[in-house]
């Protein structure tokens, strides 16, 4: 298949509900005790197979991981390269608020998700618009939308709220004018003798 031509999927709703559902349980695995930023991601394999991760931080705070590519990396670590969509969810902890445990395990425990305010569009309006964090959905940050660009352009990105409400959207949308792999693939260099 085309790389332009995955994601896009036609998905019911019952497999967008499930995806938001997976990926809203795997932020409550993140690692993050220095932004208490916790983001979780679940990841649709062209054969229907979900994969999920969860962004990983580090005391080098460069190091620090993104959800979006953790997952990404989980899937094509076991054989993956086409994918129909993705899902991301996040929850921010209060100022002061102690988001792992001795044992590193996150706690408090996360509210209670309902999933019943589902909005399906495709998104006309920034994220930034939606209002302030707690009723904002998620934004992936531009190193993961370049990693998500690799695996398809008009690969489909579901941004959630803790509520489980959520917007449709896809990587040619969240990264205009991209730059892919098949840029790679054109002549655009002469070959020209490398001596002086
Ligand atoms: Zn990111």
């Known amino acids: ?25 795997a932020k409550k695995q993140a690692y ?16 229907d197979c979900v ?13 620090g991981m993104c ?31 102690n988001l792992t445990n001795a044992s590193g395990k996150c ?26 964090m707690k009723d904002q959905f998620i934004s992936p940050c531009g190193g993961c939308r370049q990693f998500m660009r690799e695996f398809g352009a008009s690969l489909d990105v579901y941004l959630s709220k803790p509520d489980g409400s959520y917007v449709k959207t896809n990587v040619s949308e ?3 004018n991209s730059f892919g792999p098949e840029d790679l693939s054109a002549k655009q260099v002469l070959n020209i003798p490398n001596k002086y």
Do not use: H, W
């Open 1 to 25: 298949m085309d790389i332009k031509a995955r994601g896009s999927m036609l998905l019911s709703e019952e497999t967008v509900k499930n995806l938001i559902q997976k990926s809203q349980e």
């Open 32 to 47: 993050c005790p220095y932004s208490k930023f916790r983001v979780g991601a679940a990841l649709l394999t062209c054969d």
């Open 107 to 132: 706690e408090p425990a996360e509210p209670k998700i309902t999933m019943t305010p589902i909005l399906l569009s495709v998104l006309p309006i920034p994220v930034s618009k939606f209002g302030d």
């Open 174 to 176: 969240l990264l205009p």
């Open 51 to 63: 994969y999920t991760g969860c962004n990983v931080e580090n005391a080098c705070y460069n190091l």
């Open 67 to 97: 959800a979006e590519r953790n997952t990404i990396s989980k899937a094509v670590s076991e054989g993956y390269r086409s994918f129909k969509a993705i899902a991301i969810a996040r929850y921010t902890a209060k100022i002061g608020q």
